[in-house]
Structures are given as C-alpha cells and as structure tokens.
C-alpha cells in the first residue's frame, strides 16, 4: 500500500481576508477564501481535430468545452488551477493567458498551474482562429473566480476504482505485433490486438486512486471539486465530433450527485488527467468486450468515477487552517537526434514509392518527424511545479507521463497526499521511464518522445526537491 493511499480522507478549514492587500492578523485565525468559475473554450467548426496521425476538419459540436478554474488563498498567498478541455496546449499560449490573468487579478504567474484534459476530441489552441478564444477563456475562468471568492472551508482525498484502468503496452512474443517504424523490432506493443495469443503480460503498472479536492462555503454549500485519476482518455466519439470526453461528464455528474445542481455561485466539478501515459480504458484480455454506442462507454466511466467520489466525500471531515503555496522551477532537457543509422534507414524509406511495401505502417510520418527534430533545438526548458494545499502538494508535469513516475513521486513525496497533474504548464509529447525506453514501444519512438532518456529521473528528483523545499516552509 503506497503511503498517499493511508489517508483516503483528509479534511481542512482554511480562511482569508479578500483584498488583494492583506492586514496583519493579530489575535484572529486566518480564514480561507475560494472561488471557482468556468469559461467557455469551444473551437469554431473547421478547425482540425487532432489526436490521430492524421487530423480531420471538426463538423459538430456534440458538447462545448471549458477552461474550469479553482482560485485559493489563505490571506498570504494566492493560487488558482485551470483544467482545460484540449488535447494539450503548448506554453506559449498558457503565458498569453497569464499575462492577462496576472495583470487584471494581482495573482503571480507562478502561482497558477494550467494543464490540458488531453480529449482526443477537440482541436489545437495555438491555430490563429482558436488561440484568441482559448486565451480570453483561460482569463475569464481565473478572473471570475475571483470574483467569486467568498469564504470557505476544504478537504481532500482519495479513493481507488482499478475497473477502468488498465496499462496499454504489452509483452508480446510475436515479432509481427512489435515492428517499429525504424526498421527494427521492439519488446512491447502499445495497444496489442485484443486476446490475442503473443500477449505475455503487461510492461507497466496502474494508478488506480482517483484523488480529489473539495471545497465548499463556511455553510457547507458545494463551491468545487477537483479530482485527478490516470486514464488517458475513453473515446468512443463521431468522426469530426468536438466533444470533452469523460472528464466534462464527470464534472456534471458530481455535481449532481454532490447536490449543488442550483447553488450560488454555480458549482465548478473538474476532472484533472493524472499520470497516464500508458494507460487506458482498454481490457486487452477480454476478447469478449461487447460494443458500446458512441459516448456510452466514456459516460459509463465517468458515472463510476464520479459516484466512487462521492462516497469517499461523505467520509471527509473539514478543519482548520492549512498553508497553500506555489513552486516553479525550469528544466532544461536535450533534445533527441537521430543516428547515421537511422537517417540512412529513413533515407531508404523516403526513396521508395509512397505505395511501395513497408515494413511499418508509420515509417514515412516518423521519418519527417525525426527529420524535425534533427534540424530542431538541441535542447528545450521546461516548466515544473508543485502547489502545496496543507498537507497535500500537486505536481505538475508538461508530458503524458507514464504512471510508474506518478506512483514513484507519491511514495517518496514528504507530504501526507500528493497527485500529479500531467500535461501542465506545456504540452511536450511523452515521458518514459529510461526501463520502458529500453524495451521500445510507440511512446518511446523518437518524435513520439523527444527529450533525453532519463528526462523522467531529472523531472522526478526535481519535482521532489521542490516538494521537500515547500514541506519546510
């Protein structure tokens, strides 16, 4: 049993003064402040849905998508965390948007963790026609957060449902299933054939907790919930459909059954992506699975999440005063580039008539992807983070990082509870272990993963030294 899964229910009370300039406290205990607001965040039809290898033109909005926000401040310091509907978005558009947020609301830039659902059903947010829209919507959510402060008590916790979890890269004794575009042979597939006769065993573990932070008034009025759990994402969506998959019928789903269908201000229920890099919502032992109606399958989970929270929730207990905080580090990380061999390899493959026989069905989209790289960067900084809520620090990670890094920043985490947001801050492709590196597989091809092998040793050290440093303060 990991150490963040011994408190399923931690339960605190914190409180603020709400003016942007604080008095001295004297005598009198802090008081916590929150507000939450949603903004929307939907692309104009036309814009390519991307998420596939190849992107096709969005022709239906079957449900809009959000920029959700959760501002707090314990009359010292002030945080706020923006869950967007995308695919993940790239910083240059999260700093447009915080240069607007810090300029209009007094909040530092730093203090301000936005990440990505990573829905395979919306469109890119830094395309001309959609960026304006995405950056006004992140301001509006944080600012009419703020707006919406109003005293408040918080708790948190934890709860584990593994029914609809499971990791997507497999062992496989057949060499057919584990080509790679780089002429070779890997020792894992990603997304293997269902039942099929080479699966050996899976090359990674789960996360089944599905962590949550709740807040509400001093009167017990639900104001939000943020949870976090590590499924990459469900599908089951139209071609050419704009949708935010499970991670918006969550949110409605606990907020019905939190009862804060007509509270004021309006209730905020947001679903944050945990570490899922290799996961998904696929059983690839059962042969059997019976086909689910589009969007049937990802309301089914959400509902499942949703209603494992709100048993835990009934469990939580909220007390007092707790400190928030904010860190930010940079990391700089070298960019992969491609051997002789494998220019010469992809050399062969571009010489070829496009119809020509391959031996893998990808090799021509990652030769231009290796191609982009070798003539890229040689290296890249990133943003990493960690917000402290009392005893309980979020991480934040600008990759689809794989679940083992999760569990490994849980276990060695000095705070009593600890998730990781992934996709935060950046969007900058995936985050194997240097272990999964070794035994090959779609996330770790280069132009999949673009940075150094042990980037995900460097990012977890520094995202617990960080942790360590916020614990003393």
């Known amino acids: 049993m990991l150490k963040n899964h011994r408190r399923s229910a931690l339960g605190i009370l914190m409180s603020w003064i709400p003016l942007l300039a604080f008095p ?59 869950i967007c509907d995308n695919l993940g978005i790239t910083r240059s558009v999260y700093d447009e948007a915080r240069a607007l947020i810090s300029k209009n609301s007094k909040i530092p830039a730093d203090h301000i963790l936005m990440a990505a659902t990573h829905t395979h059903s919306a469109t890119r947010a830094h395309e001309p026609k959609y960026k304006p829209k995405m950056v006004a919507g992140i301001a509006a959510a944080v600012n009419t957060a703020i707006q919406n402060l109003t005293p408040a008590k918080i708790a948190w916790g934890g709860v584990n449902e593994s029914s609809e979890v499971f990791n997507r890269r497999w062992h496989v004794s057949n060499p057919e299933l584990a080509r790679n575009p780089f002429g070779g042979v ?51 969506v139209n071609k050419g459909d704009v949708s935010a998959d499970y991670f918006a019928i ?109 031996f893998h069905r990808y090799e021509r989209t990652y030769a231009a992807r290796v191609q982009k790289l070798d003539e890229g960067p040689k290296e890249i900084t990133v943003p990493l983070q960690v917000l402290r809520i009392g005893d309980l620090a979020i991480a934040a990670i600008p990759f689809e990082t794989f679940a083992e890094i999760g569990l490994k920043i849980k276990d060695k985490s000095p705070f009593a509870d600890t998730f990781t947001i992934e996709l935060a801050n950046d969007s900058r492709g995936y985050l194997p272990t240097p272990r999964q590196h070794e035994l090959g ?29 916020l614990h003393e303060n």
């Open 24 to 82: 001295a406290w004297g005598d009198e205990a802090p008081v916590l402040y929150a507000g939450a607001a949603i903004a929307d965040i939907t692309p104009p039809l036309g814009e390519l849905v991307v998420g596939g290898f190849v992107p096709f033109p969005a022709d239906e909005i079957h449900d809009p998508l959000h920029a959700r926000c959760l501002v707090l401040d314990d009359g010292k310091t002030r945080i706020a965390i923006v």
């Open 186 to 236: 890997d020792t894992v597939r990603m997304n293997p054939p269902r039942a099929n006769a080479a699966l050996l065993k899976p090359a990674g573990p789960i996360d089944p907790e599905v962590s949550f932070l709740s807040v509400q008034t001093t009167k017990g009025h639900p104001l939000a919930l943020l949870a976090n759990y590590s499924l990459h994402y469900v599908g089951g």
């Open 250 to 358: 969550f949110s409605q789903q606990i907020k019905k059954l939190l009862g804060a269908d007509s509270v004021t201000p309006p209730f905020v229920g947001m679903m944050s992506n945990g570490t899922s890099g290799d996961i998904n919502n696929i059983n690839f032992r059962d042969g059997n699975a019976r086909r689910y109606d589009r969007y049937e399958k990802m309301t089914e989970v959400a509902n499942k999440v949703a209603g494992r929270v709100n048993e835990a929730h009934s469990q939580l207990q909220f007390n007092t005063h707790v400190k928030v905080g904010s860190l930010t580090r940079e990391l700089t990380l070298t960019m992969r580039k491609p051997t002789p061999e494998i220019k010469a390899w992809f050399r062969e493959v571009m010489a070829q008539p496009e119809d020509a026989e391959k």
């Open 441 to 469: 597989g779609y996330e770790t091809w280069m132009g999949t993963n673009r940075v150094q092998l042990d980037a995900s040793e460097l990012i977890t050290k520094t995202i617990l030294d960080m942790m360590k440093k």
